[in-house]
């Protein structure tokens, strides 16, 4: 691991995360990578959807041990208070005037029931950083309705176009845009008003509309059909500007390896691999044009070649030759994987109840700051003491009282 030359970018910031689920602590994961302090609001009477979610650490339920929470949610801090309890809001104040940056990603309304919107946290916390991730945004005739990951990919177009042309649409296989998409623009978005704030002093609020941010990824869509009035159809596997280009099967149980070729130049190294098959002379595939308006056969054939060679020994015999080649890895084959292990990339923790528990390290490297996984995903109030005390200042016997009231956990 690459040694730090100083302290992380964001220590010292502090995060009240009211987020849940998907695109809101991913964001905020991202942030404690750099540093900051991240408090999540968890509570037992509703925990949060993905602690009872598997899949399970040995496949025993828990809100412990689900590892779809834990990959969420390391380097973090959590906190058990009822915010329906009357006296939940003193509390919820006394975090956000010690914090920077407080966050959400409930429907509209939920925050401002606790009495903890934009306008009545700007003024607990004056230059506050407001984060609402509203699903399609605080205006328009459907800002009141709610949704997922799964359902913005049907929303913004994703699922129109992934399957193939006789089928019906297969989505992306997870809520992409919970992933990838939201997170990062919610986190760019952040360090850009943490900047802003620190020229100027002053904070502001931040909507991130989820369906809007998710459109971003479908440009050549929705571009063809402004110039030219054409609606993009499912292609499955393939592309419109490379032939071959799919996902072909191999030697072995149910694997594959995907294989794209974009040029002629590329074909020709294609078929050299292959050892020049007489039907790679055909001219109907000497060029893209014919090998595009042929595929279907020229994919039959190439199966036919593949499904004959062991995969791994095939990627590199294609990568050597130029040609752009991969296996269809599984998650067995991901967390085995020389490369990823190389890099660093997989990291084990041991979670208090889980106990060994694998990682993704951060995908990006910096020379001077390099992220931090650290710590575990909390268990569930796990730092209700701590956070109530040393941030908060309350007494033990506040806290004992609390405790007694059913405030907190």
């Known amino acids: 691991m690459l040694l730090m030359s100083g302290k992380l970018p964001l220590a010292g910031i502090r995060i009240a995360d ?58 973090k801090k959590s906190i058990d208070i009822d915010m329906n309890h009357p006296k939940a809001r003193d509390l919820a104040v006394k975090l956000i005037q010690q914090s920077d940056i407080v966050i959400n990603n409930f429907t509209l309304g939920t925050m401002e029931k606790w009495h903890l919107g934009y ?65 990062t623009h919610t986190a760019f978005a952040i360090i850009a008003a943490l900047w802003h704030r ?40 393939r592309d419109l500007n490379a032939a071959p280009h799919g ?62 060679q062991e995969p791994y020994h095939l990627m590199e015999r294609l990568a050597g030759a130029g040609i752009r080649a991969g296996v269809v890895q599984n998650a067995k084959d991901l967390l085995e994987d020389p490369h990823l292990h190389a ?4 990291i084990y923790l041991n979670h208090p109840e889980m106990r060994r528990h694998v990682y993704n390290n951060s995908p990006f490297r910096l020379s001077r700051t390099p992220t931090q996984i650290s710590t575990p995903a909390p268990l569930l109030g796990q730092h209700t003491d701590e956070v109530l005390r040393d941030v908060l200042g309350l007494s033990q016997r506040e806290i004992d009282q609390l405790r007694q009231e059913r405030v907190i956990g």
């Open 119 to 183: 306008e009545e946290v700007k003024q607990i916390k004056p230059d506050i950083i407001y984060v609402t991730m509203p699903i399609q945004g605080s205006t328009g005739p459907h800002r009141n309705y709610m949704g997922f990951g799964a359902t913005m990919n049907a929303l913004v177009g994703i699922n129109h176009l992934s399957g193939f042309p006789d089928k019906e649409p297969f989505g992306s296989g997870t809520n992409y845009p919970d992933h990838v998409p939201n997170p």
């Open 343 to 346: 890099r660093g990339f997989w």
């Open 247 to 308: 996902v072909y099967q191999t030697l072995g149980s149910r694997r594959w390896i995907a294989i794209a070729i974009f040029t002629d130049t590329e074909w020709a190294a294609l078929t050299e691999v292959m050892g020049h098959p007489a039907w790679t002379e055909d001219h109907r595939f000497a060029t893209l044009t014919g090998r595009l308006e042929h595929q279907d056969e020229l994919d039959r054939l190439i199966e036919n070649w593949t499904s004959q």
């Open 18 to 75: 009211f987020s849940w689920v998907g695109a809101g602590p991913i964001t905020t994961r991202l942030l404690a990578e750099f540093g900051a302090e991240v408090i999540r609001l968890e509570s037992q009477k509703r925990p949060e959807i993905l602690r009872l979610t598997g899949p399970y650490k040995d496949g025993i339920a828990g809100i412990e041990r689900s590892g779809y929470y834990s990959v969420r949610n390391p380097n």
């Open 198 to 237: 620190r020229r100027t002093g002053e904070g502001q609020a931040i909507e991130v509309a989820q369906t809007e941010v998710a459109l971003n990824v479908l440009p050549t869509a929705i571009m063809d059909y402004a110039a030219n009035n054409r609606i993009e159809a499912r292609i499955g596997n």
